[in-house]
Every structure is written in structure tokens, then in C-alpha cells.
């Protein structure tokens, strides 16, 4: 044991420290606190073994370290010998140097290799502080949050789904003495001196909340007027403004396009610093400082809001899930994205387990628990009466946001192009297909499907997990897609991927498609979360997939799409992507002109 003890020391100390690492800065994999903790047990058996050897094997090193102390004029039994025995031997100062000078030699290594130095309890206690503290950091990482900040005390509110004539509110209160809950709006103070009703109306209320519903509630508010800014009051001293949508086809008076934001992954404090608060969003900060300028009508947050399985999964109870959602509104951060812009949601893989694809399987009513409570409840209608995919129709814009998780076929053991595998199931299926097929109210001209995971076969890496896996049937997609009605353009936004890529599906050559049928894809993600340190991303010749930029790196991503009127009734939409706080690109495109009796003439748009 004692000849291998050294190489297993350093060995677990490397691992350690590389492993801490990488889970604190690069990927908090659910793998590595383990590996660390089972890393940190090795080393600290060999560390002990090592150092124990040492001091058998060289006694007197141990006896000058703790009798010696270093002076500019030598060592302090140096001193001692002199007014003793008068000068020393040079042979005898050379022998009482050497463990001196092994500290200095010594030093670097032992910070470094993690080993013991005997000569030199102060470089020893150094390298094991190292990786106690890395340890610590991980732990703190793993369970500081869940078990420290559970939320429960958690009071807010916030907007949901607004259109030209409602608004959507949840409102949680936990707080009994607050009870019974009275919620009230009116017109929004008018600066410009226009004559409007500013009297309160009372919306809704709440007598008794429990923890059936994890004391949330919802509230509509109904008969509303388009384009028009309100402000809502709730008895518990939570209140806030909104800006009702403008009515289909129009944008909002004085407005010439409609904005809207999209991302997807956020988990707190991610890369980590333990200096932050445990919930902190860093990512948030970055879209908080764009708000003022971008005037956002919305967010579309494409899955990945909660990561219960990262980096360890705590529990698969409807608490432990409740817990996430309710940390993430508890982030210090939080109210400067949400005070006057709507989130509206779609579910992916993390809010229930990594890759999921076991329908309404354990823990998928777990976990479908406070996806309802806190998300679908002020989600824009789904298209049928308890679907969790959703329709809805503002300014030029028609949306259709699928549900990519709960009705799906397992992704194995059929193969990509198998007939039998669906990601969307049949109803979801032909209920998007009717809404591409559709004509849309005069003024809208860009209809956007929004999937929670790549459209895309482009990515290759864990690529089974999304429309990669299911080609037989995104192929029919794709061709109802080519196939709306002139001057139309169709879009694809989604997220999952860590990393951006915008990619463009032209029709087949010589098919009854025109180039000006093009459907593009903007993957956003994440907002706040780790990105791949890899390149995932590739296009590959033969497969019809046009990359048209692609941006792996950066720890917050996000999407502004600006949706517009063009010269001779043609549509405009332009993406604008911001990486860590940056504007770093932008991508216009165009619809083809319309075409009474056919689609536009071939050409290039965008």
C-alpha cells in the first residue's frame, strides 16, 4: 500500500480538483459530486498513509521541523550549537540545512500534487485546504439551495397570457393572516393628460388557500380594451402593470412591429460562485439590462425552467418539484425580467427527467403538478379543453407551441424514419397541421411553431432526443410547412441545446415548392445555464439543412424577434441575438409576395 499510496494521492487530489471543477464552472452533471466525494475518500486514506511513511522513514525531518525555526543567519539550532560547542562542522550545518531547503523545493509540488510535506506542515495544510474547500463548493452547490432556501414563504405575483381583450395573473400567498386575497385593477395613470376611468374595479378573490394548489391562484381579467396599459393591485401589497395585445393583424398604435423574447435553461447560480446568493439567476441580469430597450410584448420560454435532476435529483415527490418552481420566483433576480413582461411557457425533459419519453409515466404526474399550478394555469388557451399545447394569435404573428414530451413514442428502439413513431401524437399532430394549413386574418403573415427541442438534425450529439429521432414525421410537418398559403412565412423557435444555431430547411430542388418557401429555425438556450465546451452542431452535405449561424459558446443566450410590415404588403421578421450581454448578430427575413391563384415566384427571401 505504501508504494502505491503517492500515485493514489495525487491521482484522487486531480480528480478533485479537475472534477470540482468542471462541475462548478463547465457542466453540473449529476455524475460528479459523487465521483468527487468518492474521489475526496481516496485521498484522504493515501494523504494519511503518505504522510504517515514520511515521518517513519525520516524522524529527523520531523524532529528539525518542529525545533527549527528559519532565521536570515541560519536555523535556530544552528544558533545553539555555535554558543554551545562554538562553530559547527560545515558537514553538520549541511545535514541541518537539508530539511529547510526541501520546504523551498518542496513547496510547489506538494500545492500542486496535493502529497504531504513533512518538512512543512504550512505547504501541507495549503494543498488539503484546496480540496477540502473544492469539496465544500460542491456540496454548497448540491444542496445549499434545496435544503436552505425551500421557499415556502414565497408571496408574488405575475402576468401570464395577455390578449387584445384579458390578462392572465397568478398570485401565490402563503401567509393565512393575509387571507381572504381581493384583486382589483383600473386604467393605468395617463401622463399625456388623456382623459381616461381610473377607478378601481374588483376582478377576482380568493377566500381560502391550501396547500392543494401550493397556495396559488388564478385570475382573469376580462373586458379589456386592445393596446391599452392597466394596472392591478392584490390586497397583499403585490401589484403591477400590463399592456393589453393589439387586436390580430395590427400592431399596437404608434407601435410599427411587435416584439417578442426567446430562450430556454435557466438553474441558479450557474457558474457557480459562492459569492452569490443561492438563487441568483446571472443570466437574468444580462436580459434585464436589454428590457428598456427592446419594449417586449412577451416571453416565449421554451422548457428547461426547473432542472430537478441537476446536478442531483432530491426527490421525484410533487413537493420536490414544487420547490424548484418556487425557488426560481424567489431569485433575488427575478422581479427585474418579470415586472412588465409576460412569460408564457412550453415543458421539456428537465421539468420532469432528462430525456423524457415516458409519456404520463412516473414522474411524469409529479411533475406535471406545479407545471399546472404555476404555468399552464396563465398559459395562452390550448387549442383542445386539457391539451398542454397551446394557439394563439397577436399582431402579425399566429403562434402554435407544441408539447414535445408528454405524447410522444419512446425514442428507441424504432429508428428515425419509422412510421410508427410520433413526437407530437395524432391529435396534437393534425391540430398543427390545421393550424398551418389555415388561412389567417388579414395583416398576419408569419405563423411560428414552437418546439422545445431542435427542429433540426443538424446537431449530433444526443440528437435520438429530438426531431432528429422522429424524421418520418417532422417530414410531414415540414411539408405543410412549405405549403401554407402565399405570402406567408413560417418560422420554428426552440431551445434545449445550450448553445444557438439558426438554420434554414429549403424545399427540394425541383419540387413543387419554391425557394421563397423556406422554413427557418432559431434555437435559443440557455438563458442562464452551462454551454457545451464541445461543438455539437454540423451540417452535412445531402441533407437539405442550411447552417446559417451557429454560436456554441456563452453562459446566457436569448432571442428578440421583431415582427413587421414590409413594402408591398410583404412580411418582415428580424432576429437579433445576445450572448452574455452583447448583441452579436442579427438575421432578417421576408415572406414572397402574394400571389393570387400560386405561390410567389422562386427566389431567395430573407
Known amino acids: 500500500m505504501e508504494t502505491t499510496a503517492p500515485y493514489l494521492a495525487v491521482l484522487?487530489?486531480?480528480?478533485?480538483r479537475v472534477g470540482a471543477y468542471v462541475f462548478l464552472r463547465w457542466i453540473p452533471g449529476h455524475h460528479a459530486p459523487p465521483l468527487i466525494l468518492l474521489s475526496a475518500f481516496f485521498y484522504a486514506v493515501s494523504f494519511l498513509q503518505v504522510y504517515q511513511s514520511q515521518a517513519r522513514s525520516n524522524p529527523q525531518q520531523q524532529l528539525s521541523h518542529h525545533s527549527?525555526?528559519?532565521?536570515?543567519?541560519?536555523?535556530?539550532?544552528?544558533?545553539?550549537?555555535?554558543?554551545?560547542?562554538?562553530?559547527?562542522?560545515?558537514?553538520?550545518?549541511?545535514?541541518?540545512?537539508?530539511?529547510?531547503?526541501?520546504?523551498?523545493?518542496?513547496?510547489?509540488?506538494?500545492?500542486?500534487?496535493?502529497?504531504?510535506?513533512?518538512?512543512?506542515?504550512?505547504?501541507?495544510?495549503?494543498?488539503?485546504?484546496?480540496?477540502?474547500?473544492?469539496?465544500?463548493f460542491v456540496a454548497d452547490m448540491v444542496y445549499r439551495a434545496p435544503l436552505m432556501y425551500p421557499s415556502h414563504d414565497l408571496s408574488f405575483s405575475r402576468i401570464g397570457y395577455i390578449s387584445d381583450t384579458s390578462a392572465n395573473l397568478l398570485i401565490r400567498e402563503p401567509n393565512t393572516e393575509q387571507l381572504p386575497i381581493f384583486v382589483s385593477y383600473r386604467n393605468a395613470p395617463d401622463t399625456s393628460h388623456h382623459v381616461i376611468d381610473e377607478t378601481w374595479k374588483a376582478v377576482g378573490h380568493a377566500y381560502w388557500l391550501s396547500n392543494e394548489t401550493d397556495y396559488t391562484f388564478t385570475v382573469i381579467i376580462k373586458g379589456l380594451q386592445p393596446s391599452t396599459r392597466y394596472q392591478y393591485a392584490v390586497s397583499n401589497n403585490q401589484s403591477?402593470?400590463?399592456?393589453?395585445?393589439?387586436?390580430?393583424?395590427?400592431?399596437?398604435?404608434?407601435?410599427?412591429?411587435?416584439?417578442?423574447?426567446?430562450?430556454?435553461c435557466i438553474k441558479p447560480r450557474f457558474p457557480y460562485n459562492p459569492l452569490l446568493h443561492p438563487l441568483s439567476m446571472p443570466g437574468f441580469r444580462h436580459l434585464a439590462q436589454w428590457l428598456p430597450d427592446l419594449k417586449a410584448s412577451f416571453m416565449l420560454f421554451l422548457g428547461d425552467f426547473i432542472y430537478v435532476d441537476v446536478p442531483r435529483r432530491l426527490g421525484?415527490?410533487?413537493?420536490?418539484?414544487?420547490?424548484?418552481?418556487?425557488?426560481?420566483?424567489?431569485?433575488?433576480?427575478?422581479?427585474?425580467?418579470?415586472?412588465d413582461l409576460p412569460w408564457l411557457h412550453v415543458?421539456?425533459?428537465?421539468?420532469?427527467?432528462n430525456d423524457w419519453d415516458g409519456n404520463t409515466t412516473a414522474p411524469y404526474p409529479a411533475a406535471a403538478d406545479p407545471w399546472h399550478l404555476y404555468h399552464t394555469s396563465v398559459n395562452p388557451p390550448p387549442v383542445v379543453d386539457g391539451a398542454s399545447y397551446f394557439q394563439f394569435t397577436q399582431g402579425p404573428a399566429s403562434f402554435f407551441l407544441l408539447d414535445t414530451r408528454r405524447y410522444r413514442t419512446p425514442s428507441h428502439p424504432l429508428s428515425a424514419d419509422s412510421g410508427e413513431k410520433s413526437m407530437l401524437g395524432s391529435e396534437q399532430l393534425s391540430l398543427l397541421l390545421a393550424f398551418l394549413s389555415r388561412r389567417e386574418q388579414e395583416g398576419v403573415k408569419w405563423k411560428f411553431v414552437i418546439s422545445s427541442i431542435p427542429f433540426t438534425r443538424n446537431w449530433r450529439f444526443g440528437s435520438s432526443d429530438t426531431w432528429a429521432g422522429y424524421l418520418h414525421e417532422r417530414q410531414v410537418i415540414l411539408e405543410a410547412m412549405w405549403s401554407v398559403s402565399p405570402g406567408m412565412g413560417v418560422v420554428v423557435l426552440s431551445g434545449d441545446r445550450h448553445e444557438f444555431a439558426a438554420t434554414a430547411f429549403p424545399p427540394p430542388e425541383g419540387s413543387k415548392w419554391p425557394v421563397s418557401a423556406t422554413v427557418h429555425e432559431f434555437s435559443t438556450s440557455p438563458l442562464s445555464m452551462f454551454y457545451l465546451p464541445t461543438r455539437t452542431y454540423e451540417e452535412r452535405e445531402g441533407e437539405g439543412e442550411v447552417c446559417l449561424k451557429y454560436v456554441p459558446d456563452g453562459n446566457s443566450k436569448f432571442g428578440a424577434v421583431e415582427v413587421m410590415s414590409g413594402k408591398g404588403g410583404q412580411g418582415v421578421m428580424k432576429f437579433r441575438l445576445f450572448v452574455d450581454?452583447?448583441?452579436?448578430?442579427?438575421?432578417?427575413?421576408?415572406t414572397g409576395p402574394t400571389v393570387i391563384g400560386g405561390r410567389g415566384s422562386d427566389a431567395v427571401w430573407g
Open 12 to 16: 484522487s487530489s486531480i480528480a478533485i
Open 68 to 136: 527549527s525555526k528559519d532565521t536570515p543567519n541560519g536555523t535556530q539550532s544552528e544558533k545553539t550549537s555555535q554558543s554551545v560547542g562554538g562553530k559547527a562542522s560545515e558537514d553538520e550545518l549541511e545535514e541541518k540545512r537539508k530539511p529547510q531547503e526541501a520546504t523551498g523545493s518542496w513547496a510547489g509540488w506538494t500545492v500542486l500534487s496535493g502529497l504531504p510535506n513533512p518538512a512543512s506542515i504550512r505547504w501541507t495544510a495549503v494543498t488539503v485546504c484546496i480540496n477540502v474547500i473544492l469539496c465544500l
Open 240 to 264: 403591477g402593470h400590463f399592456t393589453t395585445a393589439s387586436t390580430a393583424g395590427h400592431t399596437a398604435p404608434g407601435m410599427d412591429k411587435l416584439t417578442f423574447l426567446t430562450s430556454s
Open 316 to 339: 421525484s415527490d410533487p413537493e420536490t418539484y414544487r420547490r424548484e418552481y418556487r425557488q426560481v420566483y424567489s431569485s433575488p433576480d427575478w422581479p427585474s425580467v418579470s415586472q
Open 347 to 353: 415543458m421539456d425533459d428537465h421539468e420532469i427527467a
Open 581 to 590: 450581454g452583447e448583441e452579436v448578430w442579427d438575421q432578417v427575413l421576408t
